[in-house]
């Protein structure tokens, strides 16, 4: 298991990411950490976020923590009914309409990471034992301030206070009433403030070098998750948006409403690598604003950490 260590950079680096997002998104939090020299970076690091699917990478934590307990396999076969389909991202749903699919619990992983399908991850939330279960996973990793509290099933009905957000129910809802498709992208002033489902910066970076010095699981699963997070589809203009050509990124996404998030590590030209957590909510602006923002933090820092080499 590595060390971990931390080094807190000057506060000019943080005073330059909060001027260059200035206007593009409503609140912005940020946490950085150079995984070799321990060189860490926050802004609002210490304020609470909505996590939206980002929180998708502590289910999957708690999943791998149990594979590697022998409790679950990564090739086992797992029961989808068709009752579990989720609205939002819909990966799975669109693909296989009809009753009777099963996925191996890495196939169930794999489009609920790089899709951010729904219904993959309230699959897994079930086999990982539920909302509470992945919180205290993440007590038993030393990780406060970074709750854990429904699934998306849960979260979707909240968020659009509908009674069903299957795709069927949310097609349906839409059509009596169309205002629910610009809810998508709008802030949500009562979401935002409810406390469920949320993470500071820096508790979610903890997590994140957890993951990686592996305290969290084996290396062998710290290999596959980092992995599927690599073949991440959603949000190439988010933390991937202004790096070089080529840059490797293991990332996870979160949306809803007024909220952008996007988490993971970046790989730089020397081989070096840094973890990275960036929130933002309350944002009236276009969505490409809120993306521009993310990569802008993410190029600042990826030059920054770069530079000390």
Known sequence: MKETKTVHADKSIAQKIEKITQGLVGRIGVAAQDLSSGLNVSINGDETFCMASAYKVAI?????????????????????????????????AERFPYPGVKFSLANLIYPMITESDNTATDVCMGLAGGPAAVTENLRRLGIKDFRVDRTVREILMDFYSLPSVTPEAVVEAIGKNPALVAAQVD???????????????NAYLKLLLAIDSGAAMSPKSREFLLGVMSRTRTGVGRLRGLLPKGTPVAHKTGTVGGVANDVGYITLPDGRRFAIAVFTNSSKTPAEDRERAIAEVARALYDFYYLQS
């Open 60 to 92: 999957a934590s708690k999943v791998m923590d149990l594979v590697d307990k022998g409790e679950l396999s990564l090739d086992q076969m797992v029961d989808v009914p068709h009752e579990m389909y989720d609205a939002g991202e819909v990966a799975i």
């Open 187 to 201: 802030p949500n002033p009562d979401f935002e403030a409810d406390p469920r489902d949320h993470t500071s910066p």
